[in-house]
């Protein structure tokens, strides 16, 4: 497929020097990231980027047993983004968790083989420093291998100001208390231009780079994230993709970037029109090409739907997140065609071998739980065709 492109003789010359960068595995310039973005078809960008994903992982796609804990969705931050948060005034509307409350929700998964637990929701005064301490200590007593992948620097920078400790003395409180790695969440858009005007008053691009670095420096990885298709250009999101890259390049402390397509439904943002199954492939690549020291790119199949989530493994993704099983509501209150997020590891196993992938099930940091290269399933027969979408691509 590379070789198709560097041998096309309509390509233009800029882009042919972007493509023989990818092939010699050299860094593009945050220039020539834009100029992808404004001027690389899919089927160019599909090309460079999924040569980059074969490089990396071959045909390998993964996918971990998760489920999401959301202790509340009231806030005392009002993101125009954000479907999900109710004001501390309408709180009524919403839901606080008690501790009590919230060890219950673990102890449902006591038989199920799941790996990790997902916390995040909103951020409110009763939940600080003491109370999140707490929380993990409780969840590690009661299952000790239950990975706590938990809260974001939007938390993180309110309850160490609230509680007077640095980041560097925070983190590593939360450290001691069980927390085993944090989510890509609250990024959103670094640039002020753009954070001021869809999350003012919550942490700025800078703390939340800064909370991340402090984490990495205690040998901890996290992931990132990125929100995009609402009213940032293609500037801001380069300038969100090189923020990651230096700090990357500094700590190599992250795993994953997961780009989130921004959903209009029931926000005060409702009037943007959200980007295109287009566009939203062309920035999975993109973020695969630009970022060349992060080693996975996560599609959030609850996010964009399981068959973008399909499609977007041959524009660079390699990790669809996880079965979830129904236990978070971000996206559904904001209207992803995932009404009620919950896939059977044998679901996603299929779904990922219906577009010739090889699916592993792995724990959050990589390590492989299982390989499903060959596994058969009772019903195999019965499923074949399910999803029947065009192989991309055969490059295995
Ligand atoms: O920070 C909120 C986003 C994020 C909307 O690290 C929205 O493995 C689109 O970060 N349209 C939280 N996006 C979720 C998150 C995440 C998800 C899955 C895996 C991981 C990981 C992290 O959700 C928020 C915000 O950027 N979000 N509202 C919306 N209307
Ligand atoms: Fe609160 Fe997070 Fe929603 Fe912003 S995105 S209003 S910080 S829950």
């Known amino acids: 497929m590379l070789a198709t492109i560097l041998n096309d003789p309509g390509l233009e010359p800029e882009l042919k020097d972007i493509a023989k960068k990818v092939e010699s595995g050299e860094r593009i310039t945050p220039e020539e990231g834009e100029l992808l973005f404004e001027r690389g078809s899919l089927s160019y960008l599909g090309a460079l980027a999924n040569h980059i994903r074969e490089k990396k992982h071959g045909s390998k796609t993964y996918f971990n047993r998760n489920f999401h804990l959301e202790p509340t969705n009231v806030c005392l931050y009002t993101c125009t983004f954000c479907s999900y948060s109710r004001l501390i005034k309408k709180r009524s509307e919403g839901w606080e968790y008690t501790m009590d409350e919230m060890l219950d929700i673990i102890k449902k998964y006591d038989d199920q083989p799941v790996t990790e637990v997902h916390i995040v929701g909103g951020v409110l005064p009763q939940y600080d420093l003491k109370f999140y301490q707490d929380l993990f200590k409780a969840i590690k007593a009661h299952r000790p291998d239950l990975h706590i992948k938990a809260l974001t620097p939007v938390e993180y920078h309110y309850i160490f100001k609230k509680g007077k400790v640095s980041y560097e003395e925070g983190m590593a409180l939360m450290k001691a208390a069980g927390l085993d790695s944090m989510p890509g969440g609250g990024a959103e858009i670094f640039h002020p231009e753009i954070r001021d005007e869809i999350a003012g008053g919550k942490c700025s691009g800078d703390e939340w780079l800064a909370i991340h670095e402090a984490w990495h420096n205690l040998g901890m990885r996290s992931n990132a994230t990125m929100l995009y298709g609402h009213i940032e250009k293609y500037k801001h999101r380069i300038h969100h993709l090189e923020e990651l890259r230096k700090l990357q390049d500094k700590t190599g402390g992250f795993q994953t970037f997961i780009p989130l397509k921004f959903r209009n439904k029931g926000n005060q943002m409702s009037h943007v029109p959200e980007s295109t199954t287009i566009e939203d492939l062309r920035n999975y690549a993109i973020s695969r090409i630009y970022l060349d020291n992060f080693d996975h790119l996560k599609a959030y199949w609850p996010m964009i739907g399981r068959t973008t989530a399909q499609m977007s493994l041959a524009f660079g993704v390699d990790d669809i997140d996880g079965t979830i099983d129904d236990t978070t509501k971000i996206y559904t209150m904001a209207g992803s065609e995932e009404q009620n997020p919950a896939l059977s590891t044998e679901q996603l196993v299929k779904l990922i071998r219906n577009v010739d992938r090889h ?38």
Do not use: A, M
Not at 365 to 386: I, P, S
């Open 359 to 396: 699916p592993i099930e792995r724990d959050t940091l990589y390590n492989v739980v299982t390989d499903f290269e060959g596994h058969v399933f009772e019903d195999d027969d019965k499923f074949k065709g399910y999803v029947s979408l065009p192989v991309i691509n055969k490059n295995k």
